[in-house]
């Protein structure tokens, strides 16, 4: 046989290899071919691919959802669920995470609960620091109320009286990262040992320049990234310290707060060291977990607050509304420059009972109504099926195949949410009054923290601080739109909004 000949044998072998991949096993002998396909040439890993690349990703899977039902075909070996029967197999049943997951979260190259790929690490590394994100350890921590005190009184709230004293417009998304990372950092790593984002704007500046860097993957993203790694790394060298402080002098005056987090996940680690991790590395655990608390502490939560100001500015009779909610409070949340004025944080006025600002209807409403909106996370949450496959609105998904479900899509259905495009409040208030508001339907298709073993470890945190936020806010002054422009969300993973920015008015109301 001549070369040529030999030649084109294999030329046409891989081509017939190549049809057969290509083609006949994806469109005709799959399982996941009798699946509706988001798009014609979704047997193909080109169309989810381009989407992904060019910013389409969520809103193009939402709309093939809204043509062809609760579970599509995205790619050759990816599948999209929008149902209640898929969100509880998925997120309840023991799937196990995509490897996408390590590259974009993993720190100093050590897992933490976000990258841990398996659940038995995952489990174990979690019921180390669950303890102090619950609901009633949050609700009724000391440290978390006079931090909260001192970082209103004498951070953001004098920012705020400055500028509206001067007329100076504020860009509040900035404005909102700081304040994020400043109230996170305080409890993970104590008040002394918080960032200052708030007054310090350089610091500000630099930070999120450096943190935008490695999001957008900009040039310098490896650069950025170790330096953001520094800045943690410093810090939880700064609450060891603490802790030891208080270890020692548990009632010592000039630590007003403890190091919540970092002390709570170190003694755990302590404790469990020799079977979990070698003590050697033990700093780089900790570290790796505690820069994803603070990413989370001011990125997603600078989302959420900058669409509730959105929303409410857009709207003055809802903030007076919510205004005569907030007077409401016991003691009020008013600012008194005069008397918060002092070095002293045990000087700090006292605030509500955090039970009493969860409770109240409206500022609930506007909450959860502005995460079911403006999702921070909208897209895609992606999971591998078991071993022995699952079977997910009567369609048979095999061993292996990449699967998820999206917040979007989940919170713009119709049926459940009348009006799922408009912002609507009320809509919480109406309904069984348990839970967070509204309706059992609409609260088992809220997914905004996801759900599972998975789901958001400081949800509860991020809902007491951002509620306290917003409380302080518009107890105290009354918003104005000076520039939205960009104010739509990015089609991405987290929906940050276009333009970077909203641009607002402060006014001072008595």
């Known amino acids: 046989m001549s070369f040529f000949v030999l030649l084109i044998c294999v030329v046409v ?97 050590t897992p933490n609960l976000v990258s ?30 006079i931090l909260s005190s001192i970082l209103l009184h004498e951070r953001l709230l004098p920012l705020l009286q400055a500028a509206a004293d001067n007329g100076t417009p504020i860009n509040v998304y900035d404005l909102s990262a700081a304040a994020g990372m400043d109230f996170m950092s305080a409890y993970i790593f104590g008040i002394t040992n918080t960032t200052n984002y708030i007054s310090d704007i350089p610091a500000r500046e630099h930070y999120f320049k450096l943190w935008r860097n490695k999001e957008r993957r900009l040039p310098g993203r490896d650069a950025a990234h170790e330096e953001l790694e520094s800045i943690c790394l410093a810090r939880c060298k ?139 996370t909208p897209g895609p949450q992606p999971r591998i099926t078991p071993a022995g496959g699952t079977t997910i609105d009567g369609f048979l998904i095999p061993a292996g195949v990449r699967i998820s479900t999206s917040a979007r899509c989940l919170h713009q259905n119709e049926a459940v949410y009348p009006e799922p495009m408009a912002f609507k409040p009320e809509r919480w208030l109406d309904g069984d009054g348990k839970g967070f508001g509204g309706t059992e339907e609409m609260r088992r298709w809220f997914w905004a923290f996801s759900s599972g073993g998975r789901m958001c470890l400081g949800r509860n945190f991020a809902t007491q601080v951002l509620k306290l936020i917003i409380a302080s806010i518009y107890t105290n002054y009354t918003t104005t739109i000076v520039d939205d422009e960009g104010i739509e969300q990015m089609d991405t993973y987290t929906a940050r909004p276009v333009g970077d920015k909203l641009i607002l008015q402060f006014h001072r109301v008595e």
């Open 13 to 109: 072998a891989i081509i017939l290899l190549s049809i057969y991949h290509y083609v006949i096993l994806p469109v005709f002998i799959s399982p996941l071919s009798k699946i509706p396909n988001a798009h014609l040439t979704s047997s193909l890993p080109f169309w989810i691919w381009w989407k992904r690349r060019t910013g389409f990703e969520n809103r193009s899977i939402f709309a093939a959802h809204q043509k062809h039902g609760s579970i599509i075909r995205l790619g050759p070996n990816e599948v999209s669920v929008a149902s209640l029967d898929g969100l509880r197999q998925i997120y309840t049943g023991g799937f196990g995470k995509d490897p996408w997951y390590i590259g974009e979260f993993r720190n100093y190259n």
């Open 238 to 376: 700064a609450a060891e310290k603490l802790s030891q402080q208080f270890l020692e002098k548990p009632t010592a005056s000039g630590f007003p707060t403890k190091p919540i987090v970092y002390s709570q996940f170190s003694s755990q680690l302590a404790q469990k060291s020799s079977e979990y991790v070698d003590s050697k590395l033990k700093h780089l655990v900790i570290a790796s977990e505690l820069f994803d608390h603070l990413v989370a502490g001011h990125d997603t939560s600078s989302i959420s607050l900058t669409y509730v100001f959105h929303e409410l500015s857009k709207n003055p009779g809802l903030q007076s509304s919510l205004r005569a909610e907030l007077l409401t409070l016991s003691p009020a949340l008013k600012y008194l420059p005069s008397k918060t004025e002092s070095s002293d944080p045990s000087s700090t006025p006292t605030l509500p009972d955090p039970r009493s600002i969860d409770a109240l209807p409206l500022l609930n409403g506007i909450f959860y109504e502005t995460l079911r909106l403006h999702t921070a």
């Open 116 to 145: 841990m790929m398996d659940y038995k690490p995952h489990s174990a590394q979690k019921r180390m620091v669950t303890n102090v994100y619950s609901k009633s350890y949050v609700q009724n921590s000391p440290d978390l109320q």
